[in-house]
């Protein structure tokens, strides 16, 4: 059902890569909620995936845009803002990427040049897009600006490594832009943090099957999925939410603030008593 939260909202949507991807659902629920957008990754990313299957869907354009230059950002800015026929309303940075997960490198054994890699494409492009934006001038007062993240920013969890100081990094860097963009334009930047989701990027975690079940069990609610992480984000997108900056936005069913659930109680007692 829509509910044209978005209708005459113009906005720049990173990190669709396939069907799997979150940017991908937010995407198909942005545009069912009438907005206009225009879609960019890689030009590794839009050769390795299917991207413009969901511009066809979405009747838009896909600009190849390196996240992590910022002259290509400035361009993907020019090109989105001809193609929409004015500035945008709100962007989605879901961006990430850490070649000491792919190779299974220990946090106590990390190859510093992936390190800085890490740390590049999935924050440090966060505050590139942001202060290309404000220099270009390119987002309307009251827009909304959202990164993905998890909690691993605040929280140890086993073999998310390096990607877990990125996440940090990335909701500091919303805070602080968050502060200086919202006195001077009104506009509001916001993480949230989504429940383990079956991405192609999150498949690549190690213990994603076993993490997914662990939290399933352990949130109030369940773990949330792609599809209702997308209908969060278009409330984030949306007027609705004008108030609403500089925070991390837990939407993981509860799960942040459990500490033991009474299920993950009884096994524990189970295996205490196993001889």
């Known amino acids: ?157 086993h073999a998310y490594n390096d990607m877990a100081d990125a996440k940090s990094l990335l909701e500091s860097i919303a805070r602080s832009f968050g502060y200086i963009y919202g006195r001077e334009k009104k506009i509001r930047i916001n993480t949230i943090s989504q429940s383990p989701t079956k991405t192609t990027a999150g498949g690549g975690v190690k213990g994603i099957n076993a993490l997914m079940d662990f939290t399933e069990r352990m949130s109030p609610l369940g773990n949330a999925t792609s599809e209702e992480c997308a209908n969060y984000c278009v409330t984030l997108f949306s007027d609705l939410t004008r108030k609403v900056t500089m925070q991390n936005l837990f939407h993981d069913g509860g799960f942040s603030n459990m500490g033991m659930s009474y299920n993950a109680m009884k096994q524990y007692n189970k295996s205490l008593n196993c001889d």
């Open 1 to 157: 059902m829509s509910y044209n939260l978005l209708k005459g909202k113009k906005g720049i949507i990173f990190g669709a890569l396939n069907e799997d991807s979150l940017a991908w659902k937010i995407a198909e629920k942005s545009y069912e909620e009438g907005a206009t957008f225009t879609l960019t990754n890689t030009l590794s990313a839009i050769r390795f995936g299917t991207i413009d299957k969901l511009a066809k869907k979405c009747n838009t354009i896909v600009i190849p845009t390196d996240a992590t230059k910022t002259n290509e950002i400035e361009e993907l800015f020019k090109k989105s803002m001809i193609f929409l026929d004015g500035k945008i309303d709100f962007i989605l940075h879901s961006i990430g990427m850490s070649l000491n997960v792919r190779k299974k490198k220990n946090y106590a054994d990390l190859n510093y040049n992936f390190f800085q890699k890490t740390l590049d494409i999935s924050a440090l492009s966060f505050h590139k897009v942001l202060q290309t934006a404000k220099k270009l001038d390119a987002i309307n007062e009251w827009g909304s600006v959202l990164a993905l993240s998890y909690i691993a920013a605040q929280r140890t969890l």
